[in-house]
C-alpha cells in the first residue's frame, strides 16, 4: 500500500558537537523541571516550537542509539561499583525525550518510540504513514546524541554526533512532489537520513508530498 | 475505512514460569511462581527475579520459539510476513557484557546493541518481508501489537509477526533497585503486604492473519494514551490507563459489562496497584474479573503486553479466569479479583501495559464472531 503524506511543517537541528540550544530557558523556564530533561529531550521541545500547524495530538519518534548519556552512564556506575542514579535510570527509556514532551505540553495522545537501526527515519515515515490513514495530523520526530566522551571509540561514520528532524503530516490523495531517499549530506546518521532529506527539501516546494510505500 | 478482522492463529512464549505457553499458562492455574531469589546482581542484597532456566542461548530460544509458532501456522515460511518486535532494553545484556569485560566501547557492535538487535538476529535466520521495532518500555510489545493490528486492519498486510523480548539485565536489575522497588519474594499485585515487583525475562512470539485458523482469537481493539504526568510514576487517579482501556473498548465497539477478564498490568508497586485499581474500578466496577499473573512470571518488561496477551488469548480459548497468586488482602475493596482459577463463560479479555513516561497501552481481545 502507498500512502502520500503532505508535509505541513518541517524542522532540523544537526550539530558536529553538543547542539547549542538557546531558547530552551525561555522554553522551559521552570529551571528543575529543565535541568532533568535529557539532551534528547531538549531537541525535541525545541523542534516541536519550530515547527506549526500541530497542537497536540500523535507523536512518533524514532531514535536508532536512543538516550546514550544516560545508559553511558548507567555502564559507567555498573563498571565502577557505583550505586545507579534513579533519574539516568527513568531517562533511559527510548521514550524519554517525547514523553517529557507529553509532559511539558499535556499531551495525552498516543505516543509511540521506534528504534530501527539505519531504516529509522525510514520506518517512523511507515508508521506515521499507517496512522496518517485515520486522518489526523501527526508529529513525526526523529533524533540521535550522540556527544558523549570516548564516542570516537565506537564511532567511526557519523560527523553530526547530535540531530534531530521533525515534520507535521497527514495523509492526501493528492501526487507525491517529492520522492523518499537518503539525504545528500555527508556524515549525518543514517537513522535520520530519510526525513532529514525529507526536512532539507519541504520549504522548497509550494506543496510537498512524499509517497511512502508501506 | 473499512476495518479487516485480526485474528491470532499461533503464538508461543519462554519465561521463567514455563518453556511453552501451555506449561506457563498450567502454572499459572496451579498457582506456582517461576520467581526465584537471587543475591549475585546485587551487593549484599537478596532480590527476586524471573530468570529462564535455559541450556542455550537466549538468541537460540527466541529462533525455536518463532519456529514453532510457524510450525503451528499455516505458512509455509515468513517471506510475506511483517516483523514487528517490541523490547525495552534490546541488546543490553551482550553491550553490557562486552563493556564490564574491555572497559571500552571499541568492540560493540551496535547492530547487536540497539532494539532493532532482535529484528536483526530474526532477519538472518527467517526471510522476513520487512521489520519494525518498538521501545515504549514496558508497553513496547503491547504497542507492537496495536501496530501489527493496524497494518492488518487497515489491509496493508495478512500476515504479522510480533515478537515481545527482553532480557535480564544489570541495568533493568540495579535501575529498579535505584527506585527502590524490588521485592525479594514472589511479588503480591494489589494486596496491602506488596513490597515490589519482580525483574524477570521473557520471549513472547504471535502470529497476527486477517483470517481465523484454528482456534484464533480475534484481536478486535487497542487504545493508546498518555499520562503526561511524571516520567516514572503513574497518575495518581489512573486518568491514563482509563483512557487507553476506554479507547480499546471504542475501537472494538464494546461495551465495558461486557468484558469478562481484565489482565491487569499489576507490577506489585504501590504507585502502579493504585492508579490501575482506580482505572479499572471507574470503568468496570465489579463486573470483570481482574487478576495480575506477574506474580508467576514476573515483570518481562517490554515483552510483558506480548507475554500477557498470550495469557488473554489462551483465557479466551480455554474458558478459564487466571487467578491474581499471592493476592489475600486487596487494597481495593471494589474489583472482582480472581483469587482462585475459575472456570466460566466470557466473551472478551483486556490486557493493560503500563510504562515509564506514562505510555498506556491496553488491548481487547475476544471469541470470534
Same mark, same amino acid.
Given at each position: ?6 508535509? =505541513? !511543517?518541517?524542522? %532540523? ?5 553538543? +547542539?547549542? /540550544? ?78 517529557? =514532551? !507529553?509532559?511539558? %505540553? ?5 505516543? +509511540?518510540? /521506534? ?89 522548497? +516546494? ?9 | ?369
Amino acid at each position: 500500500m502507498k500512502v502520500n503524506l503532505e508535509i =505541513l !511543517s518541517s524542522a %532540523y537541528l544537526l550539530g558536529e558537537k553538543s +547542539l547549542e /540550544l538557546p531558547r530552551i530557558k525561555e522554553l522551559v523556564p521552570q529551571m528543575m523541571v529543565r535541568r532533568r530533561l535529557t539532551k534528547a529531550a531538549k531537541i525535541c521541545v525545541e523542534l516541536l516550537n519550530s515547527v506549526e500547524h500541530f497542537e497536540g495530538g500523535r507523536i512518533l519518534c524514532g531514535s536508532a542509539f536512543g538516550e546514550l548519556e544516560t545508559t553511558a552512564n548507567i555502564l559507567n556506575a555498573i563498571k565502577d561499583e557505583q550505586p545507579l542514579s534513579p533519574t539516568d535510570f527513568q531517562n533511559s527509556v527510548y521514550n524519554t525525550a517525547v514523553s517529557y =514532551l !507529553s509532559i511539558l %505540553y499535556q499531551n495525552h495522545n498516543e505516543i +509511540l518510540t /521506534l528504534s530501527c537501526g539505519d531504516k529509522t527515519s525510514l520506518n517512523v515515515l511507515k508508521a506515521g504513514a499507517l496512522k496518517a490513514l485515520d486522518g489526523d495530523v501527526l508529529l513525526l520526530l526523529c533524533f540521535e546524541t550522540l556527544d558523549i566522551p570516548n564516542i570516537e571509540q565506537v564511532n567511526r561514520c557519523i560527523d553530526y554526533l547530535e540531530s534531530g528532524v521533525a515534520l507535521v503530516v497527514r495523509a492526501t490523495e493528492k501526487k507525491a512532489t517529492l520522492s523518499l531517499q537518503k539525504s545528500e549530506l555527508v556524515g549525518v546518521a543514517n537513522s535520520i537520513s530519510e526525513m532529514l532529506h525529507v526536512a532539507q527539501q519541504a520549504p522548497k +516546494l509550494a506543496r510537498a508530498i512524499v509517497e511512502v510505500n508501506l | 475505512m473499512p476495518k479487516n478482522s485480526v485474528f491470532i492463529n499461533a503464538f508461543e512464549s519462554v519465561c521463567c514460569a514455563g518453556e511453552s505457553s501451555e506449561t506457563l499458562f498450567e502454572a499459572i492455574c496451579a498457582q506456582q511462581s517461576g520467581i526465584k531469589t537471587f543475591s549475585e546482581f546485587i551487593q549484599d542484597k537478596q532480590i527476586a527475579l524471573g530468570k529462564i532456566e535455559k541450556s542455550f542461548s537466549i538468541e537460540a530460544l527466541l529462533e525455536l520459539t518463532c519456529k514453532k509458532v510457524l510450525e503451528q501456522s499455516n505458512l509455509e515460511n515468513f517471506e510475506s510476513t511483517l516483523l514487528v518486535v517490541g523490547s525495552s532494553v534490546g541488546g543490553m545484556q551482550t553491550t553490557e557484557s562486552i563493556f564490564l569485560r574491555d572497559h571500552h566501547y571499541k568492540n560493540i557492535d551496535p547492530k547487536l546493541h540497539t532494539i532493532d538487535a532482535i529484528a536483526h538476529i530474526l532477519s538472518q535466520k527467517f526471510s522476513l518481508k520487512d521489520d519494525i521495532s518498538f521501545s515504549t518500555a514496558c508497553t513496547s510489545s503491547a504497542n507492537a501489537l496495536g501496530y501489527a493490528y493496524e497494518m492488518i486492519a487497515k489491509g496493508v498486510y495478512e500476515n504479522v509477526l510480533v515478537v515481545g523480548f527482553d532480557t535480564l539485565s544489570l541495568t533493568t536489575i540495579r535501575g529498579f533497585d535505584a527506585l527502590g522497588v524490588l521485592s525479594s519474594r514472589a511479588c503480591q499485585p494489589f494486596d496491602v503486604n506488596r513490597d515490589g515487583m519482580n525483574v524477570a525475562e521473557g520471549i513472547a512470539v504471535l502470529l497476527l492473519q486477517n483470517k481465523p485458523y484454528k482456534e484464533g482469537i480475534e484481536l478486535l481493539g487497542v487504545g493508546y494514551s498518555s499520562d503526561a504526568h511524571h516520567m516514572a510514576q503513574p497518575s495518581p487517579d489512573g486518568a491514563g490507563a482509563l483512557y487507553a482501556m476506554q479507547k480499546a473498548l471504542k475501537c472494538a465497539n464494546v461495551e465495558p459489562h461486557t468484558v469478562g477478564y481484565i489482565n491487569a498490568h499489576g507490577t506489585g508497586t504501590t504507585a502502579n496497584d493504585a492508579s490501575e485499581t482506580s482505572a479499572i474500578e471507574a470503568l468496570f466496577g465489579s463486573h470483570a474479573y481482574v487478576s495480575s499473573t506477574k506474580s508467576i512470571t514476573g515483570h518481562t518488561l517490554g515483552a510483558a503486553g506480548a507475554l500477557e496477551a498470550i495469557i488473554c488469548v489462551m483465557a479466551l480459548q480455554k474458558q478459564i479466569i487466571p487467578p491474581n497468586t499471592n493476592l489475600f488482602e486487596p487494597e481495593n475493596k471494589t474489583l472482582n479479583f480472581a483469587y482462585k482459577v475459575k472456570t466460566q463463560p466470557f466473551r472478551y479479555a483486556l490486557s493493560n501495559s503500563l510504562a515509564f513516561g506514562g505510555n498506556n497501552t491496553s488491548l481487547l481481545f475476544g471469541l470470534p464472531q
